[in-house]
């Protein structure tokens, strides 16, 4: 495993970092958690995130039932707070009292002293900035999180952040938690060179685009009985990518890939970690061997030929945006 600093902050994280996926309930799922945080471990992964919003709270329980054998001081924990977790007007967004209970019940949940980042989920247009960024320092002086982050926030909420921050001499936020991938490119544009200006390292989600970047799903063949895509029908993301120019666009990556004798979801993972703005890629595994795959991206580095090739490829969807 290779490890890079988080924005201009001093914390180290794994180039690969393993999330929980949405669902979880039952002793096979929970199961299922031990065993990829084991491989995790093994595999030197130090990295895990999970949301309060996962499953209404499951997620982090079962994130910090499969943690619980394991040092503190040994991984990098991050949660989140913004969505609804209640049907109250302050059950949910980034203002001081849901982030404060939030942050209390994200601890009780996950069953740790302190929580390592702490993303606000999404921008609440609904509360003063500025009454956020000093709840957020609050909750650092007090011990309960370590450093404040975002997800999914534009350039200017960034900069804008950065700048009350600065102003009034709050500590910075080091994270941004974007959807980045082959497919869902935006963060290039603003996102990628204001962070790294205000010194925010992108933790990004969903590098294999919903798993159709591991080859999976073929043009002109039947959707895998066992795919998310063809048990899944609220998931209108993935479905959004299945259609034939991705289909094929997807195929000729795979042949890139096997130029290079990797698998495309290597090399849509080593592509995600070529940006140096990126600290980590954040995957999601059900299975251990998914670990063991996807852990080998970062030892590859492509070369300026084969980025030619992926762009030249990538040009034929650079005007595709799946629904989110």
């Not at 921008?123 to 982050?149: C, F, M, N, S, W």
């Not at 030619?308 to 040009?315: F, R, S, T």
Request: proline share 4%; net charge negative; charged share 25%.
């Amino acid at each position: 495993m290779k490890y890079r600093n988080m924005g201009r902050s001093g914390l180290k994280v794994s180039e690969i970092a393993l999330g929980s996926w949405l669902t979880y309930g039952t002793a096979a799922e929970q199961k299922a958690a031990d065993a990829c945080i084991a491989k995790a471990f093994e595999s030197g992964i130090n990295f895990f995130d999970t949301a309060n919003a996962y499953n209404r709270g499951e997620g982090e329980k079962a994130m910090g039932a499969a943690l619980k054998g394991y040092d503190r001081s040994s991984y990098v924990l991050s949660t989140k707070v913004y969505f609804p977790m209640g049907d109250g007007p302050n059950d949910r967004g980034l203002s001081r009292k849901h982030i404060m209970e939030q942050c209390d019940a994200s601890l009780k949940r996950l069953g740790v002293d302190y929580i390592d980042i702490y993303f606000c989920h999404r921008y609440d247009i609904h509360t003063p900035l500025e009454e956020t960024l000093r709840a957020l320092d609050d909750l650092v002086t007090q011990g309960k999180i370590i450093y404040p982050a975002v997800s999914e926030w534009n350039g200017a909420q960034i900069t804008e952040a950065a700048s009350i921050a600065e102003r009034i001499h709050l500590r910075p936020l080091i994270s941004n938690q974007p959807i980045y991938n082959m497919f869902e490119r935006y963060i290039e544009r603003e996102v990628l060179p204001v962070s790294e200006r205000k010194g925010l390292g992108q933790v990004v989600f969903s590098p294999l685009a919903q798993g159709i970047l591991t080859g999976k799903y073929k043009l002109g063949q039947p959707l895998p009985a066992d795919s998310r895509a063809a048990n899944d029908s609220v998931n209108g993301v993935i479905n959004s990518y299945l259609n034939d120019r991705v289909l094929q666009t997807v195929h000729d990556l795979e042949q890139v890939a096997q130029g290079l004798d990797i698998s495309i979801a290597q090399l849509a993972i080593a592509w995600v970690l070529r940006q140096p703005g990126v600290s980590s890629a954040l995957i999601g595994a059900t299975k251990p061997e998914q670990i063991e795959e996807n852990v080998k991206a970062v030892d590859i580095a492509l070369g300026a030929e084969t980025l030619g090739q992926i762009e030249d490829i990538l040009k034929k969807v650079a005007d595709f945006s799946p629904a989110r």
